[in-house]
């Protein structure tokens, strides 16, 4: 069994800065890409950032500039640093991975952790 476990959400003032984790656990031969997505109430899921096992990075384009996406392979953790948080960012955040295990690939989700930003 395979787990992504997130953390970090909570409470933060518009401007904000939030850093949110999510640490892959289980058994497993490696983390391919990693992913970060988030979906408000009533709205569809949607991507934000994702990176590579060599790091190769990629953002939607509302969040380039105040968000950055960061992985430790050594701790199967993917890293989302969040500044200048609006209010509009307010959401439950999700990570995705693709596991690669016995020579097959699948993809995963988290629980979700919810990031609320007043104003």
């Known amino acids: 069994q395979v787990q992504l476990v997130e953390s970090g959400g909570g409470l933060v003032q518009d401007g904000g800065s939030l850093r949110l984790s999510c640490e892959a656990s289980?058994?497993?031969?490696?983390?391919?890409?990693m992913n970060w997505h988030r979906q408000a109430p009533g709205k569809q899921r949607e991507f934000l950032a994702s990176?590579?096992?060599?790091?190769?990075?990629n953002y939607e384009d509302s969040v380039k500039g105040r968000f950055t996406i960061s992985r430790d392979n050594a701790k199967n953790t993917v890293y989302l640093q969040m500044n200048n948080l609006k209010p509009d960012d307010t959401s439950i955040y999700y990570c995705?991975?693709?596991?690669?295990?016995?020579?097959?690939?699948?993809?995963?989700w988290g629980q979700g952790t919810q990031v609320t930003v007043s104003s």
């Open positions: 995705f991975a693709s596991v690669r295990h016995n020579g097959l690939v699948r993809g995963l």
């Open positions: 990176i590579t096992r060599a790091g190769g990075t």
């Open positions: 289980g058994t497993f031969d490696n983390i391919e890409d």
